[in-house]
Protein backbone atom coordinates (compact mmCIF):
# COMPACT_ATOMS: atom_id res chain seq x y z
CA UNK A 1 0.00 0.00 0.00
CA UNK A 2 3.24 2.30 0.37
CA UNK A 3 3.99 2.16 -3.39
CA UNK A 4 0.51 3.06 -4.10
CA UNK A 5 0.49 5.83 -1.37
CA UNK A 6 3.73 7.30 -3.08
CA UNK A 7 2.75 7.39 -6.24
CA UNK A 8 -0.23 9.10 -5.72
CA UNK A 9 0.87 11.84 -4.20
CA UNK A 10 2.87 12.13 -7.68
CA UNK A 11 0.38 11.26 -10.29
CA UNK A 12 -3.43 12.81 -9.07
CA UNK A 13 -4.40 15.55 -11.05
CA UNK A 14 -6.17 18.75 -9.48
CA UNK A 15 -9.43 17.37 -8.76
CA UNK A 16 -11.29 19.37 -11.58
CA UNK A 17 -8.56 18.00 -13.97
CA UNK A 18 -9.42 14.98 -12.95
CA UNK A 19 -13.35 15.06 -12.90
CA UNK A 20 -13.52 16.90 -16.36
CA UNK A 21 -11.03 13.53 -17.47
CA UNK A 22 -12.82 11.27 -15.77
CA UNK A 23 -16.27 12.72 -17.38
CA UNK A 24 -14.40 13.05 -20.89
CA UNK A 25 -13.23 9.57 -21.14
CA UNK A 26 -17.15 7.86 -20.13
CA UNK A 27 -18.92 10.29 -22.00
CA UNK A 28 -16.91 9.09 -25.46
CA UNK A 29 -17.78 5.23 -24.32
CA UNK A 30 -20.75 3.61 -26.20
CA UNK A 31 -21.63 1.84 -23.26
CA UNK A 32 -22.55 4.75 -21.78
CA UNK A 33 -24.07 6.03 -24.80
CA UNK A 34 -26.57 2.99 -24.84
CA UNK A 35 -27.36 2.77 -21.44
CA UNK A 36 -30.18 3.39 -19.46
CA UNK A 37 -29.73 2.28 -16.12
CA UNK A 38 -26.04 2.72 -14.44
CA UNK A 39 -24.77 0.87 -11.20
CA UNK A 40 -22.89 3.80 -9.44
CA UNK A 41 -20.77 3.87 -6.06
CA UNK A 42 -20.30 6.18 -2.85
CA UNK A 43 -16.61 6.63 -3.00
CA UNK A 44 -14.72 6.39 0.45
CA UNK A 45 -11.33 7.71 1.03
CA UNK A 46 -9.45 8.21 -2.10
CA UNK A 47 -11.72 6.11 -4.55
CA UNK A 48 -13.19 8.43 -7.64
CA UNK A 49 -16.33 9.74 -7.35
CA UNK A 50 -18.84 8.88 -9.98
CA UNK A 51 -21.81 11.21 -8.73
CA UNK A 52 -21.14 13.67 -11.60
CA UNK A 53 -22.13 11.48 -13.72
CA UNK A 54 -25.95 12.07 -12.25
CA UNK A 55 -26.09 15.79 -12.93
CA UNK A 56 -24.40 14.98 -16.31
CA UNK A 57 -27.38 12.65 -17.28
CA UNK A 58 -30.57 13.25 -15.47
CA UNK A 59 -32.41 10.95 -18.23
CA UNK A 60 -30.84 8.41 -16.80
CA UNK A 61 -31.89 5.99 -13.99
CA UNK A 62 -28.94 5.72 -11.38
CA UNK A 63 -29.14 2.61 -8.80
CA UNK A 64 -26.62 2.37 -5.84
CA UNK A 65 -25.66 -0.89 -4.16
CA UNK A 66 -26.22 -0.73 -0.29
CA UNK A 67 -24.32 -4.16 2.02
CA UNK A 68 -27.08 -6.88 3.44
CA UNK A 69 -24.62 -9.34 5.44
CA UNK A 70 -22.65 -11.01 2.77
CA UNK A 71 -24.04 -9.25 -0.14
CA UNK A 72 -24.85 -5.98 -2.21
CA UNK A 73 -29.03 -4.87 -2.94
CA UNK A 74 -29.34 -2.34 -5.54
CA UNK A 75 -31.33 0.57 -5.21
CA UNK A 76 -33.07 3.09 -7.48
CA UNK A 77 -32.00 6.66 -6.58
CA UNK A 78 -35.28 9.10 -6.97
CA UNK A 79 -36.10 12.56 -6.02
CA UNK A 80 -36.81 11.82 -1.95
CA UNK A 81 -33.73 9.27 -1.99
CA UNK A 82 -31.92 9.85 1.07
CA UNK A 83 -28.57 8.15 2.59
CA UNK A 84 -27.12 6.78 5.38
CA UNK A 85 -24.40 5.71 7.13
CA UNK A 86 -23.98 1.78 6.63
CA UNK A 87 -21.27 -0.35 7.41
CA UNK A 88 -16.86 0.41 6.91
CA UNK A 89 -18.51 4.08 6.89
CA UNK A 90 -20.01 4.16 3.30
CA UNK A 91 -22.71 6.24 2.51
CA UNK A 92 -25.72 3.79 1.11
CA UNK A 93 -29.26 4.51 0.46
CA UNK A 94 -31.53 4.39 2.98
CA UNK A 95 -34.30 1.73 2.20
CA UNK A 96 -37.16 3.94 3.34
CA UNK A 97 -36.72 5.96 0.73
CA UNK A 98 -35.17 4.34 -2.09
CA UNK A 99 -36.63 1.86 -4.51
CA UNK A 100 -35.56 -1.72 -4.55
CA UNK A 101 -33.85 -2.41 -8.05
CA UNK A 102 -33.19 -5.60 -10.02
CA UNK A 103 -29.29 -6.49 -10.91
CA UNK A 104 -30.93 -7.26 -14.54
CA UNK A 105 -32.20 -3.29 -14.85
CA UNK A 106 -28.14 -2.51 -14.78
CA UNK A 107 -27.13 -1.65 -18.11
CA UNK A 108 -23.87 -0.55 -16.90
CA UNK A 109 -22.02 -0.74 -13.30
CA UNK A 110 -19.16 1.40 -12.31
CA UNK A 111 -17.01 -0.66 -9.98
CA UNK A 112 -14.59 0.63 -7.32
CA UNK A 113 -10.90 -1.07 -6.52
CA UNK A 114 -7.56 -0.82 -5.03
CA UNK A 115 -5.54 -1.83 -7.95
CA UNK A 116 -6.72 -2.79 -11.79
CA UNK A 117 -4.33 -3.96 -14.33
CA UNK A 118 -4.40 -2.85 -18.64
CA UNK A 119 -6.66 -6.16 -19.38
CA UNK A 120 -9.15 -5.01 -16.73
CA UNK A 121 -8.34 -7.35 -13.82
CA UNK A 122 -9.77 -5.65 -10.65
CA UNK A 123 -8.58 -6.32 -6.98
CA UNK A 124 -11.00 -5.27 -4.48
CA UNK A 125 -11.29 -4.84 -0.99
CA UNK A 126 -11.13 -8.73 0.28
CA UNK A 127 -14.52 -9.13 0.83
CA UNK A 128 -15.97 -10.34 -2.36
CA UNK A 129 -19.14 -8.15 -2.33
CA UNK A 130 -18.79 -7.24 -5.94
CA UNK A 131 -17.77 -10.41 -7.65
CA UNK A 132 -20.71 -11.97 -6.20
CA UNK A 133 -23.07 -9.46 -7.22
CA UNK A 134 -21.61 -8.93 -10.77
CA UNK A 135 -21.25 -13.01 -11.02
CA UNK A 136 -24.72 -13.20 -10.42
CA UNK A 137 -26.79 -14.59 -14.08
CA UNK A 138 -28.94 -11.89 -13.72
CA UNK A 139 -26.44 -9.09 -14.36
CA UNK A 140 -26.11 -9.31 -18.25
CA UNK A 141 -24.82 -5.08 -18.14
CA UNK A 142 -20.82 -4.18 -18.58
CA UNK A 143 -18.86 -3.41 -16.01
CA UNK A 144 -15.86 -0.71 -16.05
CA UNK A 145 -13.89 -0.09 -13.47
CA UNK A 146 -13.50 3.37 -12.52
CA UNK A 147 -9.47 4.18 -10.75
CA UNK A 148 -6.91 6.94 -10.89
CA UNK A 149 -3.97 6.30 -13.36
CA UNK A 150 -1.63 5.28 -10.32
CA UNK A 151 -4.22 2.33 -9.54
CA UNK A 152 -3.07 0.85 -12.70
CA UNK A 153 -0.27 -2.02 -11.91
CA UNK A 154 1.18 -4.41 -14.73
CA UNK A 155 -0.78 -7.52 -12.94
CA UNK A 156 -3.29 -7.97 -10.48
CA UNK A 157 -3.62 -11.30 -8.53
CA UNK A 158 -6.66 -13.05 -9.92
CA UNK A 159 -8.15 -16.43 -8.50
CA UNK A 160 -11.32 -18.14 -9.97
CA UNK A 161 -14.05 -16.04 -8.09
CA UNK A 162 -12.99 -12.27 -9.12
CA UNK A 163 -15.10 -11.21 -12.06
CA UNK A 164 -12.47 -8.69 -14.77
CA UNK A 165 -14.47 -5.74 -16.01
CA UNK A 166 -15.22 -4.91 -19.14
CA UNK A 167 -13.43 -1.83 -19.32
CA UNK A 168 -11.45 0.65 -16.88
CA UNK A 169 -11.53 4.31 -16.99
CA UNK A 170 -8.53 6.43 -15.93
CA UNK A 171 -8.85 10.30 -16.12
CA UNK A 172 -5.94 9.86 -18.76
CA UNK A 173 -6.93 6.23 -20.83
CA UNK A 174 -9.76 3.93 -21.20
CA UNK A 175 -8.60 0.48 -20.72
CA UNK A 176 -10.28 -2.54 -22.63
CA UNK A 177 -10.74 -5.98 -22.05
CA UNK A 178 -12.57 -7.18 -25.36
CA UNK A 179 -15.26 -7.38 -27.11
CA UNK A 180 -18.15 -5.92 -25.46
CA UNK A 181 -20.50 -6.42 -28.78
CA UNK A 182 -21.94 -9.38 -27.06
CA UNK A 183 -23.13 -7.68 -23.95
CA UNK A 184 -24.75 -4.73 -25.88
CA UNK A 185 -26.70 -7.54 -27.96
CA UNK A 186 -27.89 -9.24 -25.00
CA UNK A 187 -29.24 -6.55 -23.39
CA UNK A 188 -30.96 -5.56 -27.08
Same mark, same amino acid.
Given at each position: ???????? &?? +? !??? $?? /?? *???? =? %?? #??????????? &?? +? !??? $?? /?? *???? =? %?? #??????????????????? /????????????????????????????????????????????????????????????????????????????????????????????????????????????????????
Amino acid at each position: MKMISDER &SL +L !LPL $PF /EA *EASF =M %EN #ILKLDAWKNSF &SV +L !LFS $PI /EW *EPDP =M %EL #ISAAPEYFFLFPRIAGDHL /EIYRMSSRSRWITGSYGISEPDPGSWDRARLSEVDLAFVPGLAFDPKCGRLGRGKGFYDRLLGQPEFRGIKAGLAWDWQIVAEVPCDSDDIPMDFVVTPRKIYQAGSTLDKLEERG
